[in-house]
């Protein structure tokens, strides 16, 4: 199947842990997103990468450290987890944009 | 950041019934987007309206844009009970980009 796959689907870490989720495309495409949706649903970009090198840093912390080896690869690596981190991350990937996004199905991530 | 600002925060229809949500924005775009987002999944693109289009329609989907009013509205018409879901429009302001909103949540009562 063509799609983004993340992993691991549920992240459950004790504060001040540090935790990394993966992501892969086979679509070909050349960019990709990280995204942070809170628990009012509301979906904030974090991250951009194209081509393997970061175009958009959307104010992140520095805890947060994405590392993207090859374009089809966007991985997030979070140092020092804090009780705030605690959302769903999406990864997504588009070719240009004058086409949608496609997401993948995100990464519950409770910091307890 | 701008982002998408959707109205209503939520809707609850009867299917059959038709259901429009609208979204407001701030600044210049180059499209505008809609994904809808089922319970504990990802977002799924459902159709793309680019700057200079004024309308597009996509099966039971029809996408107005008004870029003097920078709004936008989605109508779903003929509703079923699988069209419940987060609907969110997003702004795609650079090729790098696309800002959402918190969304509107429809629910259609079967």
């Known amino acids: 199947d063509t799609a983004v796959s993340q992993t691991p689907k549920y992240l459950v870490t004790q504060m001040g842990n540090d935790k990394s989720i993966k992501c892969e495309q086979n679509?070909?495409?050349?960019?990709m997103y990280w995204y942070k949706q809170d628990s009012k649903k509301f979906l904030k970009i974090m991250f951009s990468?194209?081509?393997?090198?970061?175009?958009i840093n959307e104010t992140v912390p520095n805890r947060f450290s994405p590392k993207s080896p090859d374009k089809a690869h966007l991985n997030l690596h979070i140092n020092s987890l804090e009780l705030g981190d605690s959302a769903v991350y999406f990864c997504a990937s588009s070719q240009i944009s004058d086409r949608g996004y496609t997401f993948g199905s995100g990464t519950r991530l409770t910091v307890v | 950041s701008q982002q998408g600002e959707e109205d209503p925060q939520a809707l609850s229809i009867q299917e059959g019934e038709n259901a429009t949500m609208n979204c407001s924005y701030k600044t210049s775009i180059n499209n505008l987007q809609w994904y809808r987002q089922n319970s504990g999944r990802g977002l799924v693109h459902l159709i793309l309206?680019?700057?200079?289009?004024r309308e597009k329609h996509s099966g039971r989907l029809r996408v107005t844009l008004d870029t003097s009013k920078k709004s936008s509205s989605l109508l779903i018409t003929a509703s079923r009970a699988a069209d419940t879901a987060s609907y969110f429009c997003a702004i795609n302001e650079n090729d790098y980009k696309l800002s959402f909103g918190a969304g509107t949540t429809v629910t259609v009562r079967a």
């Open positions: 679509l070909g495409h050349d960019t």
């Open positions: 990468y194209n081509n393997k090198e970061l175009i």
């Open positions: 309206i680019r700057s200079n289009e």
